[in-house]
T-cell receptor, first 112, second 111 residues
């Protein structure tokens, strides 16, 4: 079964701790993306990667970091520098940049 | 930067009614996409449109790529309770690089 998996579904952390959100895809897609969604809001792009070992900042990259060491995996680290990290985080992938994106089920992060 | 506007922002309809929503921009797009997001889940791709004037259906859903390439429309016929959710439009720009999401239309279906 091809798809995108994100784990865990719910994540709780204390303020000041870094946390890494997992995103894996077995669709053989080159491009991967991270979005943030706040309650009642749309999607805001955090980072994206068109190819392994390369990634670019999106609209709200401050306080986040990513890596793309493997085609299948694009983990997102929410650092302690992110002022308001509590949100719903969505990972997506596409065959290449500019093609339709397919989304994972999301991870809801709560920082207290 | 490029922006997409969706209207209405939210709508409440009776079960069985038809629904229309649209997505507009001041820029030209080469591809229009419609997604549905259920509460607490990731968006699911419903329909993709690649050519100006194209009309595509997926069950009770029908979407159109506007002739000006600056808008797209989504219609849902005979709504049912599971149609509840947020409908996002997305566009890929003329250069085939920028992928832009609209703010969403929140649909509620009353029994």
């Amino acid at each position: 079964d091809g798809g995108i998996t994100q784990s865990p579904k719910y994540l709780f952390r204390k303020e000041g701790q870094n946390v890494t959100l997992s995103c894996e895809q077995n669709l053989n897609h080159d491009a991967m993306y991270w979005y943030r969604q706040d309650p009642g809001q749309g999607l805001r792009l955090i980072y994206y990667s068109q190819i392994v070992n390369d990634f670019q900042k999106g609209d709200i990259a401050e306080g986040y970091s990513v890596s793309r060491e493997k085609k299948e995996s694009f983990p997102l680290t929410v650092t302690s520098a992110q002022k308001n990290p509590t949100a719903f985080y969505l990972c997506a992938s596409s065959i290449a940049e500019g093609y339709e994106q397919y989304f994972g089920p999301g991870t809801r992060l709560t920082v207290t | 930067g490029q922006q997409l506007n969706q209207s209405p922002q939210s709508m409440f309809i009776q079960e069985g009614e038809d629904v229309s929503m649209n997505c507009t921009s001041s820029s030209i797009f080469n591809t229009w996409l419609w997604y549905k997001q259920d509460p607490g889940e990731g968006p699911v791709l419903l329909i993709a449109l690649y050519k100006a004037g194209e009309l595509t259906s997926n069950g009770r859903l029908t979407a159109q790529f506007g002739i000006t390439r600056k808008d797209s429309f989504l219609n849902i016929s005979a709504s049912i309770p599971s149609d509840v959710g947020i409908y996002f439009c997305a566009g890929v720009d003329n250069y085939g690089q920028n992928f832009v999401f609209g703010p969403g239309t929140r649909l509620s279906v009353l029994p």
